[in-house]
Structure formats: structure tokens, C-alpha cells
């Protein structure tokens, strides 16, 4: 079975700094990675996705993110944040291989201070 | 602009009552999913169909939780009898394709059970 660990439960940072936010994952088998945001009060959105291919995928908002399968890793990275981007993000991963069921992390709130 | 939509937002009921969610997906998924979120627990699988049938309910309480999809267009998920513990946001998601690679989230049920 897969997993997900989001180290940072919280990353506070200023506005127009850039922002990494980290995930892992553990699978024994090919698996597809997503990173999700949650508003507040809102359900959840999904920024961005791996499926194949390249391993730097782009996102919305000017997020994106690097598969590294070596390191197991999936870090969503932003050049320069703004206060709008203050939420919860969810990195969730699912197997390739029939029916895929998605797997999330617990999440890491980012906090965009002026 | 297509949306998976959920009624009610929010719901406050009290212990021992019946709770019903419902989930409309978007028009042509075939596959919908219910999670429950928490703050102890995070985002939780609680069941996922396919072509309105079942494919796995392993991550629901099967004494009081019931999920079923009459139709194309509605999925509802049932506790009964509701307990304080209960207490979360429960979302619905939908996707299409084989493996429902990327699901789409409704704004959630906030149900508090007193």
C-alpha cells in the first residue's frame, strides 16, 4: 500500500518570497502524484498533477512541482507567493495499476504574511 | 462551468438522528467518491463507486454508514443512527475515465452531531 508524509505541518512565509513545501511518498509499484489546495471552507482544488513524462509538471496560480523518484519526492515550489495563497495543500499519491485510489498526506498550511 | 455540488453545506443534528448527505457529480463522471476529513484523522476514503456500483467501502463504519448511487446524477451517503464522533466534513468527489485519474471535489457537508 501507499503512503504520504508532509513534514511541515505549517510554513510561514512572507509575501513574494518563494516557498517550497515538501512531500514523500512510499509505493511499491508506478504511482501517479497530485498536490491539491484547500480554501478555507472550501472543498479541495487541484494545482497539479503527475502522471508520465516530464518529470517537472506545472501547475495554476505559478505553482509547480519535481518528481524525483529516486528520492521518492514530489515538492510543490512557488517563485514568489502571495497572501492569496494562504492555504492548506494536500499531496495525495495512487498506484498505476488498475483503479486508482488517491492517498493523502496531512497537509501543510502555508501562511503568506505581508 | 461544471461542479460537484453537495447538500446541505452544513448540518447540526443530535445524537441517535438519521443523516443524509447528498452529491450530485459532474455531469458524465462515472466514478464518485466520499471522504471524511478531521482534524485528528485527516482525509479519509470512506467508499467509491463506479458506474453507480460499489467498488470498495472498506473505510466506512458498516453498522451506521451506508452509501448508495440511485442514479447517474445522485450519490448519498447515510448515518444512521449519527454519533458526536461522527462530527467532520464529509466531501464528495467525482472523475471519469477507467482509473478516474483526477477527481473533482464539492464544497463538503459540515455535519456536527451534538
Known amino acids: 500500500a501507499q503512503s504520504v508524509t508532509q513534514l511541515d505541518s505549517q510554513v510561514p512565509v512572507f509575501e513574494e518570497a518563494p516557498v517550497e513545501l515538501r512531500c514523500n511518498y512510499s509505493?511499491?509499484?508506478?504511482?501517479?502524484l497530485f498536490w491539491y489546495v484547500q480554501y478555507p471552507n472550501q472543498g479541495l482544488q487541484l494545482l497539479l498533477k503527475?502522471?508520465?513524462?516530464?518529470?517537472l509538471v506545472k501547475g495554476i496560480n505559478g505553482f509547480e512541482a519535481e518528481f524525483n523518484k529516486s528520492q521518492t519526492s514530489f515538492h510543490l515550489r512557488k517563485p514568489s507567493v502571495h497572501i492569496s495563497d494562504t492555504a492548506e495543500y494536500f499531496c495525495?499519491?495512487?498506484?498505476?495499476?488498475?483503479?486508482?485510489?488517491?492517498?493523502f498526506g496531512t497537509g501543510t498550511r502555508l501562511l503568506v504574511s505581508p | 462551468d461544471a461542479r460537484v455540488t453537495q447538500t446541505p453545506r452544513h448540518k447540526v443534528t443530535e445524537m441517535g438522528q438519521e443523516v443524509t448527505m447528498r452529491c450530485q457529480p459532474i455531469?458524465?463522471?462515472?466514478?464518485v467518491f466520499w471522504y471524511r476529513q478531521t482534524m485528528m484523522q485527516g482525509l479519509e476514503l470512506l467508499a467509491y463507486?463506479?458506474?453507480?456500483?460499489?467498488?470498495?467501502d472498506s473505510g466506512m463504519p458498516k453498522d451506521r454508514f451506508s452509501a448508495e448511487m440511485p442514479d447517474a446524477t445522485l450519490a448519498t451517503l447515510k448515518i444512521q443512527p449519527s454519533e458526536p464522533r461522527d462530527s467532520a466534513v464529509y466531501f464528495c468527489?467525482?472523475?471519469?475515465?477507467?482509473?478516474?485519474?483526477?477527481?473533482?471535489f464539492g464544497p463538503g457537508t459540515r455535519l456536527t452531531v451534538t
Open positions: 495525495a499519491v495512487s498506484e498505476d495499476t488498475g483503479f486508482q485510489k488517491l492517498v
Open positions: 468527489a467525482s472523475g471519469h475515465g477507467q482509473g478516474a485519474v483526477e477527481q473533482y
Open positions: 509505493s511499491s509499484v508506478s504511482v501517479y
Open positions: 503527475y502522471l508520465s513524462g516530464s518529470t
Open positions: 463507486f463506479r458506474n453507480r456500483a460499489p467498488l470498495d
Open positions: 455531469l458524465g463522471h462515472n466514478t
